[in-house]
């Protein structure tokens, strides 16, 4: 799913994850992410709603809404829920309020909460995906 780019298929299934997660936990910040020490890239589901309490719980939610998805181009395996309060989440939000915008932020080559990232991709607030 991930050795290349990240296709507007990708996109738009994680927009609608995180559209129907927002139902369960209200998403703060939601975004793909590929580490430049990893080999893959993950979409990143953050909420005020999530701790250490339940992960578990949060992880399941993800699981039943792939079983609906049924989607080649999403990977429950490759989605992460963290804790608003997690460094790379409190990064993204401060992304969105620096560049305020209806559309996705996207940024290559650079430290994003204290990690060096190839590529993020962030989705506005609204998670509003643009049409393709």
Do not use: C
Not at 36 to 57: E, G, K, M, P, V
Not at 73 to 81: I, L, T, W
């Amino acid at each position: 799913m991930d050795q290349g780019p990240l296709v507007m298929e990708e996109v738009d299934m994680g927009a609608k994850l995180a559209r129907e997660f927002d139902n369960y936990a209200p998403i703060k910040v939601a975004f793909w992410l590929k580490a430049s020490d990893d080999d893959h890239r993950y979409l990143y589901l953050a909420s005020d709603q999530i701790d250490d309490t339940n992960f578990d719980l949060a992880y399941g939610e993800v699981a039943r809404l792939s079983d609906r998805f049924r989607s080649p181009f999403f990977d429950p395996f490759r989605v992460k829920v963290i804790s608003s309060q997690d460094p790379l989440a409190q990064a993204a939000v401060d992304i969105n309020r620096r560049f305020p915008t209806q559309i996705p932020t996207r940024l290559r080559g650079q430290m994003i909460g204290g990690i060096f990232v190839d590529d993020v991709y962030i989705y506005p607030p609204t998670l509003q995906v643009a049409a393709s």
